[in-house]
């Protein structure tokens, strides 16, 4: 009886034991994540995200806009579309929507809000969890040194925010520099429209090649073959390749989303 007694005491002893050890090893886990995730700080009270498009002539890529959109949209998430100036832009690319895509469009908040996107100098970062960049030409030419975009980028990112980015959307995060002076992407591990995959008149009339330019400036571009998908996450900084990389780089968004939003509420 009595080593009964002793074999169940310890048998108890034992079972708290690895209770404890496992609510270490879950705490340590989520301490871990959250690091990565929320950043040092958590300012962030909202949980909309913000896309923004270009407004120059060449315009955006809407494939890129509407992938992600409806993938955040339909896991519950409130988004707003910003741009350079505000208003309509010229959108590229609806050729390339599928017959389901076109017809969601035609019924979606999307179409509405790109023709009424907000004037980046009047949003207030406050409001935003993460930043969305689409692709497209025209960020090559207004995103690339665009003080507001860079205004808000900082500020989403400074509060805990998830920064992203697809195809040549990366081109506005090139001279993103946070309140320390380092650029937001020095040393992080970043992809964007390879030199491979741009055409005849991207080569003859760009600025520059956005592989070129984030090599430079992040030291760690990295890219797949032509057309393949690609999407690289450096803690909340989230860039895809191309425009087939839109989709797997909104749901690459959505999880670190997910995760935060658990965190700060």
Avoid at 189 to 213: H, M, Q
């Amino acid at each position: 009886m009595l080593k009964r007694m002793l074999q169940q005491q310890t048998s108890m002893k034992y079972h708290a034991l690895w209770i404890m050890l496992a609510m270490s090893f879950y705490f340590i886990c989520g301490s871990v994540i959250a690091a990565q995730v929320s950043g040092a700080k958590q300012d962030i009270v909202n949980d909309k995200v913000l896309i923004v498009v270009s407004s120059d002539k060449y315009g955006y890529w809407l494939p890129e806009v509407l992938e992600p959109y409806q993938i955040l949209q339909q896991a519950g998430f409130e988004i707003d579309i910003a741009s350079p100036k505000g208003g309509e832009g010229t959108a590229r690319g609806s050729s390339r929507l599928s017959n389901k895509q076109k017809k969601w469009f035609e019924n979606s908040t999307l179409q509405n809000k790109l023709l009424q996107s907000m004037p980046l100098a009047i949003i207030d970062s406050n409001q935003y969890i993460a930043i969305y960049f689409a692709g497209g030409a025209g960020p090559m030419f207004d995103l690339v040194n665009e003080y507001d975009a860079q205004r808000v980028t900082r500020e989403i990112y400074e509060a805990g925010g998830i920064v992203s980015a697809d195809c040549h959307g990366p081109a506005a995060l090139l001279n993103v520099k946070l309140s320390n002076g380092q650029r937001l992407i020095a040393d992080k591990e970043v992809t964007g429209k390879s030199n491979i995959e741009e055409g005849r008149w991207a080569l003859s009339n760009y600025p520059f090649l956005l592989e070129d330019k984030l090599t430079e400036v992040s030291k760690k571009y990295s890219a797949k073959g032509k057309g393949k998908v690609h999407v690289v996450v450096d803690q909340r900084v989230i860039t895809g390749q191309n425009p087939a990389s839109a989709a797997p780089m909104a749901e690459a968004l959505l999880s670190q989303l997910s995760l935060l939003v658990a965190i700060i509420k």
